[in-house]
C-alpha cells in the first residue's frame, strides 16, 4: 500500500517536472528567436536596443514618467521587457519623425504598435484611466501584426 502511493508520486512527480520543462523551453525558445539575426544581419533585440539608445537623448522626465505608469499595469516579472518594447517603438517613431524630444503623440503611438492585439482591451483601459482620446489613434489598432 505504501510502495503504492510512494510510485504515484513519483509518477505524478515526472508529470509535473515534464510540464514545468516543457514551458520553461516554449518561452527560452521564444527568446531565441528574438536573439537570431535577422535577413539584414540584426536581431529583434538589437534593434530594440539601437533604438532606445538612439532615442535616449529625447525622452524627459514627463516622458520617462508617463512610460512608467503605461507599464505599470505588466506584472513586475514582465515589466522591464515590456517597457524596453514599447520604449524602443516610441524611439523609432521619435526618429523617423527626426523630433527634437518624444511627445504624447509618440508616446501613446508607440504605445499601440508595441503592445499585442491580445492586450489591446487592457491598452484602451489604462488609456481612459489616464483620461487620454484613443479616437486619433484608432486606425493603429489595425497595424499591430501580433
Keep these: 500500500m505504501q510502495q503504492d502511493l510512494f510510485m504515484w508520486f513519483i509518477f505524478f512527480w515526472c508529470i509535473v517536472l515534464v510540464s514545468l520543462f516543457g514551458i520553461g523551453g516554449f518561452f527560452m525558445f521564444r527568446k531565441f528567436l528574438k536573439v537570431f539575426p535577422k535577413a539584414d544581419g540584426k536581431s529583434t533585440l538589437d534593434w530594440e536596443e539601437h533604438y532606445v539608445q538612439s ?3 529625447l525622452w524627459n522626465d514627463e516622458a520617462k514618467r508617463l512610460l512608467n505608469e503605461l507599464v505599470s499595469p505588466v506584472p513586475e516579472l514582465f515589466r522591464d521587457v515590456a517597457k524596453q518594447k514599447i520604449a524602443s517603438k516610441i524611439g523609432q517613431i521619435a526618429l523617423d519623425d527626426k523630433a527634437k524630444n518624444i511627445d504624447l503623440d509618440h ?3 508607440g504605445y499601440i504598435l508595441a503592445t499585442p492585439k491580445r492586450d ?7 488609456l481612459a484611466s489616464l483620461e487620454i482620446d484613443v479616437n486619433p489613434y484608432e486606425h493603429l ?3 499591430v501584426k501580433h
Excluded: C, N, P
Design 55 to 57: 532615442s535616449l537623448h
Design 107 to 109: 508616446i501613446i503611438r
Design 120 to 126: 489591446h482591451k487592457f491598452l484602451r483601459k489604462k
Design 141 to 143: 489598432f489595425s497595424q
